[in-house]
């Protein structure tokens, strides 16, 4: 079965400073992970995904996200956040293998990037 | 990328009665998708939207309470029946152009609240 696990509830980070947002995995085959964010009262919105190749993919609006195979890991990350990052973040995954499989969020994790 | 056209944004209704939500995307998608949300949680899927059969519901849903229908490759509808207090969420639509490692495109979603 696959799962996905968000440890973090909220992350607070100071304007400028480097922020990260963890996301660990499970599944049977190969991980398709992706990163979303939702702001107040809107849908989720892409933010980038890694299904092969550099382990290190560069996203939307600065982000990036680091896989990391032996860990299980796929943490997000920005070198210096803005105020306007504040939103919920999801991590999903998908298994790979076997077909097409349902995609699986993460319980979110609340970003304050406070002035 | 795909945009998603959801409505209503928001509704509150009386026990009892049925909503229908409609989901439009401004492109052909291989499959579509409805999600629950509680606000600042995470999302549960209803379903996958099948077009010209029936949809396939996942563990706890079922067709009698959230009939789905999708007559094309563009649109598709979310009925929650009979509602109670109990069904008031967020209700997203998602969209996907087909491959596993393709992203998910989601509409802004309707807040529903029954009272």
């Known amino acids: 079965a696959q799962s996905v696990a968000q440890p973090e509830d909220q992350v607070n980070v100071a304007e400028g400073n480097p922020l990260t947002v963890k996301c660990t995995y499970s599944v049977s085959g190969n991980p398709y992970l992706f990163w979303y964010v939702q702001y107040p009262n809107r849908g989720l919105q892409f933010l980038l995904k890694?299904?092969?190749?550099?382990?290190l993919v560069k996203g939307s609006y600065g982000f990036e996200a680091e896989f990391n195979k032996s860990q299980t890991s796929f943490h997000l990350k920005k070198p210096s956040a803005l105020v306007s990052d504040s939103a919920l973040y999801f991590c999903?995954?998908?298994?790979?293998?076997?077909?097409?499989?349902?995609?699986?969020f993460g319980a979110g994790t609340r970003l304050a990037v406070h002035p | 990328s795909a945009v998603i056209s959801q409505k209503p944004s928001r509704d509150i209704c009386q026990r009892g009665t049925s909503l229908t939500i409609q989901c439009q995307v401004d492109?052909?998608?291989?499959?579509m998708f409805w999600y629950r949300q509680q606000p600042g949680q995470s999302l549960t899927l209803i379903a996958t939207a099948n077009q010209g059969s029936e949809a396939t519901y996942e563990s706890g849903f079922v067709i009698d309470k959230f009939p789905i229908s999708r007559p094309n490759l563009t649109f598709s509808t979310l009925t929650v029946s009979n509602m109670s207090p109990e069904d008031s969420s967020i209700y997203l639509c998602?969209?996907?152009?087909?491959?596993?490692?393709?992203?998910?495109?989601f509409g802004q979603g309707t807040r529903l609240t029954v009272v």
């Open positions: 890694y299904i092969t190749g550099d382990n």
């Open positions: 998602s969209a996907e152009r087909g491959a596993g490692g393709t992203e998910a495109f």
């Open positions: 999903a995954v998908r298994d790979g293998a076997g077909g097409y499989n349902k995609l699986i």
């Open positions: 492109s052909q998608v291989t499959m």
